[in-house]
């Protein structure tokens, strides 16, 4: 089992950055998927990224609306997960999860990942 804890998140202007941290424990990172997810009011959960397990071939996923502004990494051996975020926009206001999977494959849909963090809120405005 893995438990996650979220933060970084907070109140930011359009066109600002923010870095958002997550501390996992319970369960090594090495073999699994590890990605970010996010939900705005009234929307369903959106996938953000997601990087394979170590070794995995299959490059880092990232959903269009955030590509080039949004970069993952992760620190195997601290536990830990990264969502850097630049260029923020309005649009990208919302509760950011980490989330790791039981398996090395990065997939873009939230039922392949079996632990979540309780969610970080990221709100962009001016």
């Known amino acids: 089992q893995a438990q996650l804890a979220e933060s970084g998140g907070g109140l930011v202007q359009p066109g600002g950055s923010l870095r958002l941290s997550c501390e996992a424990s319970?369960?090594?990172?090495?073999?699994?998927?590890t990605g970010w997810f996010r939900q705005a009011p009234g929307k369903e959960r959106e996938f953000v990224a997601a990087?394979?397990?170590?070794?995995?071939?299959?490059?880092?996923k990232y959903a269009d609306s955030v590509k080039g502004r949004f970069t993952i990494s992760r620190d195997i051996e601290k536990k830990m997960l990264y969502l850097q975020m630049v260029n923020l926009q309005p649009g990208d206001t919302a509760v950011y999860y980490c989330?790791?999977?039981?398996?090395?494959?990065?997939?873009?849909?939230?039922?392949?990942?079996?632990?979540w963090g309780q969610g970080t809120q990221v709100t962009v405005s001016s």
């Open positions: 319970g369960r090594t990172l090495s073999s699994a998927a």
């Open positions: 989330v790791v999977s039981d398996g090395p494959i990065p997939q873009p849909m939230a039922g392949s990942y079996a632990y």
């Open positions: 990087s394979g397990g170590v070794g995995w071939s299959e490059p880092t």
